[in-house]
Each structure stands twice: as C-alpha cells, then as structure tokens.
C-alpha cells in the first residue's frame, strides 16, 4: 500500500510549477511539499462542473472511531464498499506528486530499504483516488483517499501493492468517463524506476 508519496518542488517540471503557482494563487494556505504523510493537505485534481479544478485537500478519510485515518482504498473492491462506493462513481480525483515511496516488504532484515518509485527522469506521477466529504462543525471538509491494485513486475519484489497511476492523457476521462474507469484497474503499462532513499 502506498503510505507516503512525494511532491518535489525542486524539480525542474513544467506541470508540477502550474500546479503550484494555482494553488498559490487560489489559496493562502500553504500546502505540504516534499515528503508527504498521511493527513497532510495537498493539491487534487478533481472535476468541477465538467471542467479539471486543481483544490487543496487532507489525505486520509477519518476513521468513524476517531482512531486513525484510511489512505488508501483497493481497485479491485472500491466500487462495493460502503465508505468508498459512491465516491468511486461520483467523486475521482487525480493525486499529482513527482514519486511514491515504499518499503522492501520482503526484505527479512531488521533495518527496512525505503524505495522512491518515479516513471522516470523529469516526468510527473499521477495517482488515481476518491474523496468523501465529511461534516466538521459547520462545513463540509473534503478527504481523498489513493487507489492502490496488485503490484506489476517493476514493483512486486519489493511489495505487492502500489498506486493506480494514470498518464497525462488520462487524467480527464479518469475524472469523468465510467467505462474508462474499469480499464484502470490492475493495469500492468506504467513501468517505473526506483532508487533507494
């Protein structure tokens, strides 16, 4: 499962300095950068009114116990569980961030390996996820959690679950096209690089 990603302002990406430079402009706010943790807020893309609107949003829905938070949600179940149905019909969002970070699931020694995954060099990571608004006092504040399938070949002998990722081109019909959305699920095309960090 995907229990932290990354948005790396230092890199030198067109997409990631638009992201930026709107959200600045829309909130005064700041929102986390560099490694990001459950509960930080963070950029979503999500659809607004059939157009793509970039908004600041906490990941993690909290649990209904008050215990904790769930980041993350199965592709493969997402669309039959009760906290997650109607979001995954009603409420995508496409997570931007420049990697995500796993742990050597099957690494039998004590000391954990941290692994960043990128789709390479100079190139955004676009997670697939749903959110859920849920009333605090007053208002309704929103939470998005990340779609996670079976790990591919470029992951699985480090853990066995990772992000749904979409490409650039995909990120319209994932916000708003039905039958797209199944083809999402447990893809295998998005090889991606690691490195130890």
Not at 81 to 102: D, H, I, M
Request: charged share 25%; proline share 4%; glycine share 6%.
């Amino acid at each position: 499962m995907c229990g932290r990603f990354e948005i790396d302002l230092e890199l030198d990406l067109e997409e990631l300095r638009k992201i930026d430079q709107q959200i600045r402009s829309k909130y005064n706010t700041p929102y986390k950068s560099g490694e990001i943790f459950p509960t930080d807020t963070v950029p979503i893309l999500l659809n607004a009114n059939g157009k793509p609107e970039l908004q600041l949003m906490k990941w993690g829905i909290p649990k209904w116990d008050g215990k904790g938070h769930v980041i993350n949600a199965k592709s493969e179940t997402a669309a039959e569980k009760r906290l997650f149905s109607q979001a995954f019909f009603q409420r995508r969002c496409v997570v931007p961030s420049t990697g995500f970070y796993e742990w050597n699931k099957y690494n039998n020694e004590k000391k954990k390996e941290k692994f960043l995954f990128t789709t390479g060099i100079d190139q955004m990571v676009y997670m697939a996820g749903i959110f859920n608004s849920i009333k605090v006092g007053d208002a309704l504040q929103n939470y998005f959690v990340i779609l996670t399938q079976a790990a591919n070949s470029s992951i699985s002998d480090i853990h066995d679950r990772m992000p749904v990722l979409l490409f650039k081109n995909e990120l319209k019909d994932w916000l708003r096209n039905d039958p797209f959305v199944e083809t999402m699920i447990n893809r295998s095309d998005v090889i991606l690089e690691r490195k130890i960090v």
